[in-house]
């Protein structure tokens, strides 16, 4: 028999900003934390008349709450004990029913940047989170201190979640699922027992009861909107689809469904592999979900501020006032164009349709064309057998309706964002139908900037696109004057002539603590299997910590430094040297590592060439690993940044072309890395280099005809065979700075191939370039 349908049961109003997380520990009470910076505790009430809980605020400080979690209660704690963390980075453990003036009961210390995820062992012993700063910690209970080090993260920690009392899952921005066990910690460092490789960032993880369909130990939720199943053996097993955008949360219901929250503003409730019930929210995004273990009730945390819980108990339901309220509220909600897809208006069916046709699916989107004229979305409801209206749908292009391309995609906005002065402005583009936190973070991590930036951003792109809703026109005020970058709604400006390139690209960015970390668990593990002869001792220990604040400052490296990163990076067994060659090109910037040479007279890049093939071992790799190539390539284009660190790479020039012709494939077999963006990345930086380079210095041998007829090979094989924009951007802008102003070798260059990939990527800039490109080949 079909259980019956969510419907709502009470709206949580009284947050002042999104309610980024949710808790739902017992049947009389919900936790929720906010980016209005408070922790609340609802408390159900048969005595209120408005709502049937009531609000109590625990915890009101100065910076956004995105975590929570809840400690089951102890003799010591008989309520239980409330934890939540966020921008402030300290984990703070309090009593449900504290007051915001109350001092907390525990302040946990550790993070660095916002703790965006939090969850407690089964039995309470345990309590573990994950942030921004690349961490996930395991802190105990009983000492209220950090337990553990889940290590080998190198992006956001965006979910951790217990198994059972000894097993963690992370789920992590670098799209991996590591799974860990803590009775292996070495000196209270874990590292993964496995790890799982997808397809995108992971945003949130759940626990498959047992007798599930699938089989499945795990479910992963994604930004490309995918519910995954998973064994603890890195089989996936199943997948949900149904979303529309990034999937934010998870829950799972006392009966084995699995509920889940996304930014196309839904609840969805999945039995076996079939969605059975959506659940629209008059909001942008609803950011979290949790279920009540007892009732299974559930509680969802949306962007406008308010948490909202839903039942399938008849004694539970809200009033048919307060539920005509909410499917107002939903009915009005304006949904940009964009977000449906284009719509043709004299397509679509007109109201009839709605009586006369059934939806075939749980969810089904189905346009119609109102008698006004206007155009409203409805889905389909399989408990009810009707079509829900959730929406009316706009043209959100700014005050004029015009759409701004950029890089071959339209949006509402471009903004020009100056970061710093005498730099070229960044380019920000936004639509409407956008959460502003998520199109903030891509950016700056688009950009390489500190997610500290995330609020300003996130204020800018608010202020800009300010009104702009349903029969509202946008505009307003120039927070920053009429004469100022940013001028929302501009068309974007034409694409600027780029050849030929003037200036060398470097590849710096670098977790400097995440590298040292992950230095420090290999020599850990290299000291406890008794292989002491390689490994760090106590005094360069000491040494490379203090290298790691002497990067993060930007000042100079010395002798010792220097010595450390090379033995970590040459010395060391093969599979352990990763970290050592990520230091190593985070220096080679400088002008002491670009002039050093070793005993047997090899210059840096030759070092770093060896220690990426391997060709100091016995046993050489017959493949090199990718990541090696990418690490050694991106310290090769970080060379240039000093005059003698150009002159080096002048003299090893055909070196590194035939390391170049080796990851392309055109020496030496099928390729190592051709297909990996990072590497290719790296190469097209090289490339770019060392054209800026021959430019300057016209009569070096390598920028005689025959080396600029090799160069072009490496890159016209990129060009034939990639469609990643900045990859082939990169390597059009350095085929284009080898021919500028002397064509010698453009007769080698196929003009069908930059033809070819202009159609294939569609950019903008890459079309702009491509055509300067072809001019060039005559």
Known sequence: ????????????????????????????????????????????????SSSPFEAH???????????????????????????????????????????????????????????????????????????????????????????FNLTGHELSVWSVLFLDEHTVVTGCADKNIRIYDLRKAVSGDVQPHSTIYTEDIIRSLGRVPKGHVTGADLVSASNDGVLRFWKLNGQMVAELRGHDMCVYGLAVLPSGEIVSCAEDRTVRVWKDLECVQTITHPAISVWCVAACPDTGDIVSGASDGVARVFTRSADRVASADAIATFEESVKASAIPEQQVGGVNKEKLPGPEFLTNKSGTKEGQVQMIKEDNGSVSAYTWSMATQQWVNVGTVVDSAGSSGRKVEYEGKEYDYVFDVDIEDGKPPLKLPYNLSENPYERARKFLEDNKLPLSYLDNVVQFIEQNTKGVTLGEASGGPDPFGSDARYKPGDEAPRVPKVLPQGEYLSITAAKHEAIVNKILNVNANMISSGRKDAALNPTDQTNLKE??????????????????????????????????????????????????????????????????????????????????????????????????????????????????????????????????????????????????????????????PDSKKAFARVVERILAEQADGEVVYRGLVGLGTWLYGNSAGAESVDKGVVRGVMERVGEERVRGVGNEVLRLLG
């Open 547 to 704: 290298l790691r604040y002497t990067l993060q400052a930007n000042k100079p490296i010395d002798e010792t430094g220097l010595q450390l990163i090379l033995r970590i990076a040459t010395r060391w067994a093969y599979p352990d040297r990763l970290p050592g060659l990520d230091l190593l090109r985070c220096i080679t910037g400088t002008a002491l590592a670009a002039g050093f040479r070793d005993i047997q007279g090899r210059s840096i890049i030759h070092i770093a060439i060896d220690a990426a093939l391997g060709t100091d071992e016995e046993d050489a790799p017959a493949q090199p690993n990718e990541n090696f190539l990418m690490m050694t390539l991106r310290a090769i284009a970080n060379i240039f940044a000093s005059p003698k660190g150009r002159e080096v790479a002048a003299s090893e020039a055909n070196r590194v072309l035939g390391l170049l012709e080796r990851v392309v494939g055109l020496r030496g077999g099928a390729g190592a890395g051709r297909n990996n963006r990072n590497v290719l990345l790296a190469v097209t930086t090289v490339v770019l280099n060392y054209s800026v380079l021959a430019r300057k210095s016209a009569s070096a041998s390598f920028a005689k």
């Open 1 to 48: 028999m079909a259980s019956p349908a969510f419907q709502l049961s009470a709206q949580l109003v009284g947050h002042d900003a999104d309610v980024r997380a949710v808790v739902f520990p017992n049947p009389d009470a919900v936790l929720s934390a906010s980016r209005d910076c408070s922790v609340r505790l609802w408390q159900r009430s048969s005595n209120s």
């Open 57 to 147: 605020v625990t915890n009101q400080g100065s910076e956004y709450v995105n975590s929570i979690a809840y400690l089951p209660p102890t003799p010591e704690y008989p309520e239980g004990l409330v934890v939540s963390g966020g921008r402030d980075t300290i984990i703070d453990v309090r009593k449900p029913t504290s007051l915001p003036g109350d001092n907390a009961e525990r302040l946990l210390i550790g993070h660095s940047h916002n703790v965006c995820t939090l969850d407690v062992s089964p039995k309470g012993r345990y309590i573990v989170s994950g942030g921004w700063d690349s961490q996930a910690r395991v802190w105990s209970v009983a000492k209220w201190d950090t337990e």
